[in-house]
């Protein structure tokens, strides 16, 4: 048992120079080159287009076709007076008494058929 204890060892005098032999070792400094400086930054930039593309292409896939909802139907759904309100505010006024008589004329329509008590 005393034996697996001290399974290896260490060659006579390493510790002592050791640092002798690490001080031997030449340093070398890696250059720093531009791209080295820019990447992270291009890698940021790259992320960021990617999800806005994806988001962009999932929201067109999930966005109803023009024609299911035309206005005129999402107003009467949601308020049935919104019609009826903006129809009101046309610019276009109302014909006038004058107006009415003289279409009458122009049509032709014999006066008869409105003095009848249908």
Known sequence: MEDRKHMYTVPEGYFGQLQERLSGIPR???AVTP????RPYVAL???FLVMVTAGTWILRKTQPAADVFPMEEWLT?????AVAAILADSETPAPT???????????GINVAYYETDD
């Not at 791209?35 to 820019?38: F, I, N, T």
């Not at 759904?77 to 007076?81: K, L, R, V």
Request: aromatic share 12%; net charge negative; hydrophobic share 40%.
């Open 28 to 30: 070398r400094q890696a």
């Open 35 to 38: 791209w080295m400086r820019v």
């Open 45 to 47: 930039a790259a992320s």
């Open 77 to 81: 759904d949601a308020n049935p007076y």
């Open 97 to 107: 008494t004058e107006e009415v008589v003289q279409y009458l004329i122009d049509s």
